[in-house]
């Protein structure tokens, strides 16, 4: 599975053969609907699958829309158990089983010779399956997570710093702006997009948990080996279900690549 659109995998080689200094976009950018430019210092745009549209700062202001890409990045996720347990019937059809005893042979039983057939029981996915199930699952929940890290900053941008209360108060003919007049009201719409967003990243963490509770289940036996690094933790977290340290940062309103 590709994770980069054919726009986006353009724009980014693109970018990468003419090199120069990058610029953060301003709020009012953001809030006349402008684009980030890719390779961003502030905010790079995350790779989203070629089945789904681009993902552009209007697509994080816009709340529903934001809902909707979810929504299709998450169908592997909802698919999970239903084409596990088919790789297990077609295990079990092609009498390929697994030993359910430590103390027995690590090697596969057939169904054919085997002393007791009630072993079928213990059928579980191939290794190979399980191997290619677990990359297609860490790089769904990569994109994810990366697409609501992505849009938590675009929602910060597009808020801008908040107006100091004595530098207004200093200054006799100073008029707040509609924008600026809702912080004394409440919550203003960026802050209800940043809230929203930040929810969605647990509500990640209980799809994977969901997820990864059906492939453990149905591979027993498989081990990831995480390269060392960031992208190391990445994965070694969500094996075991845990927030990633790119999540609990984001969450907590700290920018971390």
């Given at each position: 599975m590709s994770?980069?659109?054919?726009?986006?995998?353009?724009a980014a080689s693109s970018s990468r053969s003419h090199p120069g200094p990058a610029t953060a976009p301003s709020p009012s950018d953001l809030s006349s609907g402008?684009?980030?430019?890719?390779?961003?210092?502030?905010?790079?745009?995350?790779?989203?699958?070629?089945?789904?549209?681009?993902?552009?700062?209007?697509?994080?202001?816009?709340?529903?829309?934001?809902k909707d890409l979810l929504r299709q990045h998450r169908q592997v996720d909802d698919t999970i158990t239903t084409r596990l347990n088919r790789h297990l019937a077609r295990s079990r059809d092609q009498g390929y089983l697994s030993s359910p005893s430590l103390l027995s042979s690590s090697?596969?039983?057939?169904?054919s010779n085997a002393a007791d057939l009630g072993q079928s029981t213990y059928s579980t996915v191939p290794e190979q399956a399980c191997a290619q199930f677990w990359k297609e699952l860490l790089d769904v929940w990569k994109g994810r997570e990366d697409v609501v890290r992505y849009c938590i900053g675009v929602a910060d941008q597009a808020r801008g710093p908040r107006p100091s209360g004595t530098e207004s108060k200093l200054d006799a003919d100073y008029t707040p702006t509609p924008t600026q007049?809702?912080?004394?009201?409440?919550?203003?719409?960026?802050?209800?997009l940043t809230r929203q967003m930040r929810?969605?990243?647990a509500v990640e963490s209980i799809i994977r948990k969901r997820s990864l509770e059906a492939f453990k289940s149905r591979c027993r036996f498989f081990q990831p080996s995480p390269p060392p690094g960031p992208e190391g933790d990445r994965e070694r977290a969500m094996w075991l279900g845990r927030d990633t340290p790119a999540a609990v940062a984001s969450a907590a309103g700290v920018s971390r690549p």
């Open positions: 994770w980069y659109s054919p726009n986006m995998a353009a402008g684009q980030i430019p890719l390779g961003s210092a502030a905010l790079d745009v995350p790779p989203t699958p070629t089945n789904v549209k681009n993902l552009t700062p209007n697509t994080c202001l816009a709340i529903v829309e934001f090697s596969p039983l057939s169904a007049a809702r912080w004394g009201r409440g919550e203003d719409q960026s802050e209800f929810n969605e990243l």
